[in-house]
């Protein structure tokens, strides 16, 4: 569900980069809503090649997906390069998921992360929750649970699921953090209601070593937290 989710937000990142968008890309976002994807390239190209970042990550994004050009992950990630350079959280962020599965390209754990460290600057929640993964892995960085489990928590704070599951896993076992039973199932909770797959094990799990009063309690602050946020 969040896999699906990332990839149709991803270019909708390209939006909020900005205050005030340029007009040439506004067109063709329109254009691509619209799925007319060679309309979209058509209006993006003039704005990309002004140095345009938003513009430059929407052709990466075509090309990535083989919308409206042939599929062709060296010209996605020459555009993606262009519209990172400038600080295009959303672009950095593919570039990293790139080298981290080496789709298209050699797989690359330390590109990856720097890539995802530059993303994760920029708030991208996605990105810190993949950069924590590979502080817990030790995947193109020493491995650092304490940082593993802060990133995990600045991209669980802004209700990004997998992130939620992480870190609620890393209080109930300490790791990298001080353990706590009910932070872990409050954080847990978050991610269930939120559709994470896989949570239903690790919560029931974690109840286990709670009360009934203090599950109750935490499932009202979860549900009241999501509410806040939805």
């Not at 799925?35 to 090309?63: C, F, M, T």
């Not at 960085?141 to 802060?150: F, G, I, M, P, T």
Request: charged content about 20%; some cysteine.
């Amino acid at each position: 569900m969040w896999k699906q989710k990332t990839i149709a937000v991803s270019l909708m990142l390209a939006l909020s980069a900005c205050a005030s968008a340029d007009p040439r890309f506004t067109a063709g976002l329109k254009s691509f809503q619209k799925a007319d994807y060679e309309s979209a390239l058509a209006k993006w190209h003039p704005a990309a090649d002004a140095g345009v970042r938003n513009a430059q990550h929407g052709i990466g994004w075509l090309y990535e997906k083989g919308l409206g050009v042939e599929q062709s992950y060296k010209t996605s990630a020459n555009w993606y390069l262009k519209a990172a350079a400038q600080g295009h959280g959303g672009a950095q962020l593919n570039l990293g998921n790139y080298f981290d599965s080496g789709k298209g390209f050699t797989k690359d754990y330390k590109i990856a992360a720097g890539f995802f460290t530059q993303a994760a600057k920029n708030n991208i929640a996605e990105a810190q929750n993949n950069l924590g993964q590979m502080y817990k892995m030790g995947h193109g960085v020493k491995q650092d649970l304490e940082a593993a489990a802060n990133l995990f928590l600045a991209a669980a704070r802004q209700n990004y699921a997998p992130a939620q599951n992480a870190i609620g896993i890393m209080y109930f076992k300490g790791q990298g953090i001080e353990q706590d039973a009910e932070k872990a199932y409050f954080w847990i909770s978050l991610a269930a209601l939120n559709g994470q797959e896989g949570t239903e094990h690790n919560l029931t799990f974690v109840a286990s070593f709670l009360e009934k009063k203090q599950i109750d309690k935490i499932d009202e602050e979860a549900t009241e937290w999501i509410k806040a946020r939805t």
